[in-house]
């Protein structure tokens, strides 16, 4: 079965410029998560998406960052003005519901290099 | 304070021998469920195996187990019978039930590296 996709899944744009990196969850998943790995680093959770509503953007790191879902299934994380701090991977997860043993299922990220 | 700790950066273990991977935890919330993920160089994050709060036992999945002492705040993963697919870096993750954001909480990960 088809598993949550990203794309692109290479991206390097110049400083300053804005990018879009879209997830398609697995279908049925109503609970999408942004997560961001830095070179050799742990995952930091960016968002979390319930059905179309974000009820937790703490950890988006500035308001250059947002998010939003569609449908209840495509998602698209926004960077503006992109800095060379941003540059990482960037993975979506999606799960059935929330809580207990709901596994996230992960994509395969997308790498956004910033020159 | 770190909620995940994984104090090994990276790890040796001889194919065929077993190994523990080490995560230890921080949270107040009563009910939590820890998590091990592979993560191979293909970049691919996959779930190995689950722990709740209150399961009275370790859980196990094929060659996994966990090592789960929860007075200690430890979640440690042993993989036994090494194999060289193993060769990964592996996350410890949590996901506390009193955080509305549900996400989970990683370490810093241990790269293990199994040699032939």
């Known amino acids: 079965g088809a598993g949550v996709s990203q794309s692109p899944s290479n991206k390097v744009t110049e400083k300053g410029k804005d990018v879009e990196l879209r997830c398609d969850p697995i279908?049925?998943?109503?609970?999408l998560y942004w997560y961001r790995q830095s070179l050799g680093q742990g995952l930091e959770f960016l968002i979390y998406?319930?059905?179309?509503?974000?009820?937790?953007k703490s950890g988006l790191p500035s308001d250059r960052f947002s998010a939003e879902r569609t449908g209840g299934s495509v998602s698209t994380l926004t960077i503006q003005r992109t800095q060379q701090e941003d540059s990482a991977v960037y993975l979506c997860?999606?799960?059935?519901?929330?809580?207990?043993?709901?596994?996230?299922?992960f994509g395969p990220g997308t790498r956004l290099t910033v020159l | 304070a770190q909620k995940i700790t994984q104090t090994q950066p990276g790890m040796f273990v001889q194919e065929k021998e077993a190994v523990t991977l080490d995560c230890t935890y921080d949270?107040?919330?009563?009910?939590?469920?820890l998590f091990w993920y592979k993560q191979p160089s293909s970049g691919e994050m996959i779930f190995l195996i689950y722990?709740?709060?209150?399961?009275?036992q370790n859980a196990t999945e094929g060659r996994y187990s966990l090592n789960f002492q929860k007075a200690r705040k430890s979640a440690n993963l042993v993989i036994s019978a090494s194999q060289l697919g193993d060769s990964a870096m592996y996350f410890c993750?949590?996901?506390?039930?009193?955080?509305?954001?549900?996400?989970?909480?990683f370490g810093g990960g241990t790269r293990l590296m199994v040699k032939p």
């Open positions: 997860a999606s799960s059935l519901g929330q809580g207990g043993k709901v596994e996230q299922f």
């Open positions: 279908s049925g998943h109503t609970a």
């Open positions: 998406f319930q059905g179309n509503s974000a009820p937790d």
């Open positions: 949270t107040s919330d009563p009910s939590y469920g």
């Open positions: 722990q709740g709060s209150y399961d009275q």
């Open positions: 993750a949590m996901r506390e039930e009193n955080n509305a954001g549900n996400m989970l909480t």
